[in-house]
T-cell receptor, first 113, second 112 residues
Framework: DAKTTQPDSMESTEGETVHLPCSHA???????IYWYRQVPLQGPEYVTH???QNTTNSMAFLAIASDRKSSTLILTHVSLRDAAVYHC??????????????FGKGTKLSVKS | DAGVTQTPRHEVAEKGQTIILKCEPV?????LFWYRQTKIQGLELLSY????????DGGAFKDRFKAEMLNSSFSTLKIQPTEPKDSAVYLC??????????FGAGTRLSVL
């Protein structure tokens, strides 16, 4: 029941800004947009999340469309450490039954030096 | 600031063996999740605990998979007996009241 669509892969060069898109046309009003990333031999790492307003933290900026049907994860000054598979998923907020996570294939971000 | 700790990182078992995987959640978190990750099936929920009580289990995994929370800071996942199809990465995650989930590095299990 994957409800998000992401490109399979993207490429960038160290120091660049990368925009990773995610489409979620059937998002419900109580669903948050979460981003995780995963590198081989490691568990998924939390990146950021948001509901309606754009959010920013030390890892990334999340831009959410006004109709919430799409979002973009923006990574500035990417480094080789940012190379990973980035997953965009939808989760109901706290209090909901949300244990079953569906990670799609995600976007594999490659970073060149 | 300790995250989720899983041990061992790698486990090799013979078919029919019993193995126990361990997880220490983030301190203060009241939710604990066990998942299995494979390339084909993706992420599958095995068990979900809230404040040490089992809230959900992964249906199809009931017969040979048993997760327990011995206390709020320690959980185990027992697979008995193991089968080759159990080869996968087993992930433990924790959260506070189903807010952001934080994952451990996982245990890579190979069953021969």
């Amino acid at each position: 029941d994957a409800k998000t669509t992401q490109p399979d892969s993207m490429e960038s060069t160290e120091g660049e800004t990368v925009h990773l898109p995610c489409s979620h046309a059937t998002i419900s009003g109580n669903e948050y947009i979460y981003w995780y990333r995963q590198v081989p031999l490691q568990g998924p790492e939390y990146v950021t999340h948001g509901l309606q307003q754009n959010t920013t933290n030390s890892m990334a900026f999340l831009a959410i469309a006004s109709d919430r049907k799409s979002s973009t994860l923006i990574l500035t000054h990417v480094s080789l450490r940012d190379a990973a598979v980035y997953h965009c998923i939808l989760r109901v907020g706290s209090g909901g039954s949300n244990a079953k996570l569906t990670f799609g294939k995600g976007t594999k971000l490659s970073v060149k030096s | 600031d300790a995250g989720v700790t899983q041990t061992p990182r790698h486990e090799v078992a013979e078919k029919g063996q019993t193995i126990i995987l361990k997880c220490e959640p983030v301190s203060g978190h009241n939710d604990l999740f066990w998942y299995r990750q494979t390339k084909i099936q993706g992420l599958e929920l095995l068990s979900y605990f809230r404040s040490k009580s089992l809230m959900e289990d992964g249906g199809a995994f009931k017969d040979r998979f048993k997760a327990e929370m011995l206390n709020s800071s320690f959980s185990t996942l027992k697979i008995q007996p193991t089968e080759p199809k159990d080869s996968a990465v087993y992930l433990c995650a924790s959260s506070y009241s189903q807010n952001t989930l934080y994952f451990g590095a996982g245990t890579r299990l190979s069953v021969l």
